[in-house]
């Protein structure tokens, strides 16, 4: 009886053992058909879905070191090229390929730890003497951006995975630049074709590019992190926002970043979309020209014009306006502070200000407006004309004579948008599009360059903004938004500073 007991026993621990074999087989299986990890707590990858992102503005080339322009950073940036340092959607500092760092208490001195195990998409190894090499390469051939790098006097690696940076003195805006193009850490021991097919160690690879029509991005299998969720990213390039609509409508493409504001509520109602608004880094502006020879060299007359032009309904009108502003920066800048009140709309204190002049020293005011912006800038000119003395001549150009002509001093006014998170920094100089001088707001922004500690820095800019606005440097309206249009089935996408930074690692369909 007992023996019998004992094979019962045994047949069944046989039983369950192939039983359990099998199901390990069957899961095995089916996890690699999924395209699944079989590893307990490793990332998890989707199965090859693909998406299609549409976007207005394409690159001219992929060339980031030397391709001027946002839309070569928006396609590659984080996708297939990482840099040391990354900013998150609230525009906050946060480890990259560095993992942690270390700033002396003098700010010359800056230490790197990097990540463990890190590689290019072709299988080199990432470490030290890439940094290195990038940085040095970036200041010698004057790559885009690298003269941020400002005071930088030495670039050393300490082992494989230490970088150290010497600067001969403090530049609190040195993280932020190592978060740009400027902190890319390139393959050392590669020579690709950056113009079309560029190397990086990001989640993507290039796998196809169509100059001016589309850029496709493959899964890279190398990547030293969590995977892409989708296999494979085309990235499509569309002449107008009406072809962008539509193509995400018929589903052409999953996701579409507009560049003016859409018509929501018919978007609204198609319950297989789903709308989203950002914080954008782009803000619209009434510049001054303050060079000598323009009635804007007096600060009387700026603010006469502040007074003279209704922001706040300009804002609450606009569809792309993200909040109205009178500020020289926004919420995602270092050193913001809302000083939407500063000068508030009166026409009566326009009236008088400007009555201080003769007609004939206010002449004929030449206003310069892009062309997507002329109805915008009738209701400026109606409200400045009447308001003031000037007689207003409103002249629709595009972006490329707007600049020209800025840049010689030959307007009096002009509408204008500045793209960037520091962007304050325009003003500091008499040599820029504002030729805007003033000794003791410019040592403000010398004294802010001069902080040890990202602490002291927000603070001398928020004091530096402060004298900006108060000085009327120029007319500051509103803050743009970004739309994004999504079908409703697409996760994980980013909001904030699409035109900048399009992470893509996490988007996939549901």
Request: hydrophobic fraction near 35%; charge should be negative.
């Amino acid at each position: 009886m007992r023996m019998k007991k004992q094979s019962s026993w045994l047949r069944w621990l046989l039983f369950v053992a192939i039983s359990a074999a099998l199901f390990v087989i069957i899961w095995v299986a089916w996890s690699i058909t999924q395209h699944r990890s079989i590893i307990p707590g490793v990332s998890t990858l989707q199965s090859d879905t693909t998406v299609s992102v549409g976007l207005r503005t394409a690159p001219e080339s992929l060339d980031i070191r030397t391709q001027e322009g946002t839309a070569v950073e928006q396609a590659l940036l984080g996708n297939v090229m990482e840099t040391l340092v990354t900013r998150d959607q609230s525009n906050t500092i946060q480890p990259g390929l560095a993992s942690k760092w270390t700033i002396s208490d003098d700010g010359l001195h800056y230490s790197f730890t990097l990540n463990a195990n890190m590689r290019f998409s072709n299988g080199h190894t990432l470490d030290a003497n890439d940094v290195v090499w990038s940085l040095q390469q970036g200041v010698n051939e004057h790559y885009l951006d690298y003269d941020q790098l400002t005071n930088l006097t030495a670039v050393e690696n300490d082992g494989a995975n230490t970088v150290n940076l010497t600067l001969s003195a403090p530049n609190p805006q040195l993280l932020r630049t190592l978060s740009s193009r400027a902190g890319i850490v390139y393959d050392s021991q590669a020579n690709p074709d950056y113009a079309k097919a560029p190397i990086g160690s990001g989640p993507f690879t290039v796998s196809d590019y169509q100059q001016g029509s589309s850029l496709t991005l493959q899964r890279n299998e190398q990547y030293w992190r969590q995977q892409a969720k989708s296999s494979q990213v085309t990235l499509r390039y569309y002449a107008d926002d009406d072809s962008l609509l539509q193509a995400v409508q018929h589903n052409d493409i999953q996701l579409a970043l507009p560049q003016t504001a859409p018509d929501v509520e018919s978007l609204s109602a198609d319950p297989s979309l789903c709308i989203s608004t950002g914080m954008g880094t782009e803000k619209v502006l009434v510049a001054f020209n303050s060079g000598t020879d323009s009635i804007f060299s007096d600060e009387q007359a700026r603010k006469a014009a502040r007074f003279a032009i209704d922001a706040a309904s300009i804002a609450s009108s606009r569809s792309d306006a993200r909040t109205g502003t009178r500020r020289t920066d926004k919420p995602l800048e270092p050193g913001f502070e809302d000083l939407t009140n500063l000068f508030p709309y009166s026409p009566s204190t326009a009236s008088s200000m400007f009555s201080y002049f003769s007609s004939s020293y206010l002449g004929t005011a030449t206003f310069l407006v892009p062309n997507e912006y002329a109805d915008l800038g009738q209701t400026i000119a109606q409200q400045l004309q009447s308001n003031s003395g000037f007689t207003v001549d409103m002249q629709a150009a595009d972006d490329s004579t707007l600049h020209t002509r800025m840049q010689s001093g030959d307007y009096t006014l002009a509408l204008y948008t500045m793209d960037g998170t520091t962007d304050v920094s325009a003003f500091s100089s008499a040599d820029s599009v504002f030729h805007y001088q003033n000794g003791s707001t410019q040592d403000a922004y010398t004294n802010a360059l001069a902080a040890t500690n990202d602490k002291d820095y927000q603070d001398r800019l928020n004091a530096y903004a402060n004298l900006l606005s108060q000085d009327a440097a120029s007319h500051w309206l509103y803050v743009r938004k970004d739309f994004i249009i999504a079908q409703s089935k697409l996760d994980g996408y980013t909001t904030n500073m699409t035109t900048h930074m399009l992470p893509l690692r996490d988007v996939a369909t549901r």
